[in-house]
């Protein structure tokens, strides 16, 4: 893919500035247009860019000079000019048009661009009134049957704003990535922390009134909280993200329409009002399609992205059309886990990902999704498998179903992204867990927090007792970060890069382990 990265400076172009509009956008009946006159800064949230296709990507943004107090915008429309240039100085703008910032949907915009050339770097802003955004830059894909030769993203998740300062992020926008998939917990939903530890220190707060999310407004300032971090918006400016939502992003371990340690088939319609607004705020702060907007409160998030010959990555929904917890959640020695009828994904997306798997045409086919699908057995007791069913654990025969649709399908280049557990694990994906030798037939890579968890360290003394339990996980680690993707036809690389700490700004990063797949031969092995 053709390389043009922006360097810090020209990401915060115009950041934090009230610049005269260079075009005036056409008005909307009943808008806000140029004439507008913002006392400060509306773009105090930054820009996105999301949903890569090799023709173009949605772009992002979201009017809002009071961010954590609703927004602070009026009760009306406004027009917002874009522009999409294949410069960074924009001299020279292949697009450009109007867009209306609904105020029922907090001012965000999402703007769908298409006709642009595929592999290639663009560069976007907008313009309201007499304010300007920063620019970002967005790399569309390669053309449907392209032969592609390396396609380079990273994979990032969980980030709490009370647990740690978002510093992966920043180096993560000096990566030069093509694409950035997020697994979810975007957001926290809890109310403030109450004590702090040396183990799980206080690092930043939230404002005062702040309170665990349950309204549309609630959800929608603690995107705006989020959202004002630098860091996370350098790194939305550098790329464009694929995002997927967890547990956090409404309530912690919740599944379809039940809250945590809730079975069916009672729902509480408190929880189904909190999911409903839960899911429109995290719709309209993501750069995503008009297709995903909530229906009857149901976001339509699977779906897949295809990079020329080279890769499919399919993006899974664990949440929405889960079967309910077995043995009521938590860590269980559950037999109901393998009950036929339990699903992660439930059974219109497994027919659609089953499918996708008989039309693959491409040497790798990636699940990015949030929970472990690994076994993860933590047994004292002999004989006994004790794993934790809000993971892939919980709906074994779900599991088992998606391994042999893989085999069916002769899928080649198998291999899972996660999130979800705040460290970074990897392993190998065995057809019979219970089997140390049943066949490989992929590998997952589980990508650590941001923040979530705090510092950590780089490992526990309790791992190598798991790993004698889990033979197939090869690699394990307990420290923030992310972690860096480099795919070739025959051989996919995963870096582990990492911070020493998160609890102070600016620390440095590296990379912790460097861990490879071949396409033909499926299994973990250190570089």
Same mark, same amino acid.
């Given at each position: 893919m053709t390389s043009g990265k922006l360097n810090r400076r020209d990401l915060l172009t115009g950041a934090g500035t009230v610049a005269i509009a260079l075009a005036a956008p056409a008005l909307a009946e009943g808008a806000f247009g140029a004439s507008l006159r913002f006392k400060s800064d509306p773009f105090t949230l930054g820009v996105a860019s999301g949903e890569p296709a090799s023709d173009g990507f949605v772009i992002w943004t979201r009017l809002a000079p009071e961010p954590f107090n609703g927004g602070g915008m009026p009760s009306k429309p406004i027009n917002v000019h874009y522009e999409i240039a294949t410069d960074a100085a924009f001299k020279i703008i292949v697009q450009s048009g109007d867009v209306v910032a609904d105020h029922r949907a907090a001012h965000t915009v999402h703007v769908e661009v298409g006709g642009l050339g595929p592999s290639r770097d663009y560069h976007y802003r907008f313009i309201a009134g007499n304010a300007r955004s920063p620019a970002g830059r967005a790399r569309t894909l390669p053309a449907a049957g392209a032969s592609a030769k390396q396609v380079?993203? +990273?994979?990032? +998740?969980?980030? %709490?704003?009370?647990?740690?300062?978002?510093?992966? =992020? %920043?180096?993560?926008?000096?990566?030069?990535?093509?694409?950035?998939?997020?697994?979810?917990? =975007?957001?926290?939903? =809890?109310?403030?922390?109450?004590?702090? @530890?040396?183990? %799980?220190?206080?690092? %930043? @707060?939230?404002?005062? +009134?702040?309170k665990a999310a349950r309204t549309l407004q609630d959800y929608r300032n603690r995107y705006a909280l989020y959202k004002s971090d630098p860091d996370l918006q350098m790194a939305h400016a550098s790329t464009a993200f694929i995002a997927s939502f967890d547990d956090h992003e409404v309530a912690n371990d919740w599944k379809g329409q039940f809250e945590e340690g809730k079975i069916e088939p009672s729902p509480s319609p408190a929880f189904l009002k909190r999911r409903s607004a839960a899911l429109q705020a995290w719709y309209e702060h993501m750069p995503v399609r008009r297709t995903m907007r909530p229906r009857r409160s149901i976001i339509q998030s699977y779906r897949s992205f295809v990079i020329g010959r080279l890769m499919t990555l399919n993006i899974l929904d664990t949440r929405q059309f889960r079967t309910g917890p077995a043995c009521d959640g938590g860590w269980q020695a559950c037999p109901d886990a393998a009950n036929p009828k339990r699903s992660l994904l439930g059974a219109a997306q497994e027919r659609w990902l089953y499918d996708q798997f008989a039309n693959s045409t491409t040497r790798w086919n990636a699940l990015a999704q949030q929970v472990l699908m690994m076994r993860l057995n933590r047994s004292k007791i002999a004989d006994e498998i004790e794993t934790h069913m809000d993971k892939w654990d919980g709906a074994v025969a779900g599991r088992d179903r998606l391994f042999r649709a893989a085999l069916a399908a002769r899928l080649p280049g198998l291999v899972t992204l996660t999130g979800d557990i705040h460290n970074n694990w990897a392993g190998d994906l065995k057809l019979d867990f219970a089997d140390p030798a049943s066949q490989t037939i992929g590998v997952e890579f589980v990508a650590t927090s941001i923040s979530a968890g705090g510092n950590g360290a780089d490992t526990k003394k309790s791992f190598k007792r798991l790993q004698g339990l889990n033979p197939h996980i090869k690699f394990y680690n307990n420290q923030r970060g992310y972690v860096r993707h480099t795919v070739t036809p025959e051989r996919w690389q995963a870096d582990f890069r990492i911070l020493e700490t998160v609890s102070v700004r600016d620390a440095p990063i590296k990379t912790r382990i460097s861990l490879v797949s071949n396409r033909k031969s499926p299994g973990i092995r250190k570089l």
């Open positions: 380079r993203f +990273g994979a990032v +998740g969980c980030q %709490r704003w009370e647990h740690g300062f978002f510093t992966a =992020y %920043r180096h993560l926008a000096d990566e030069d990535f093509d694409f950035v998939f997020h697994s979810g917990d =975007y957001i926290y939903e =809890y109310g403030p922390m109450k004590k702090s @530890t040396p183990k %799980r220190p206080i690092v %930043r @707060t939230m404002p005062d +009134g702040f």
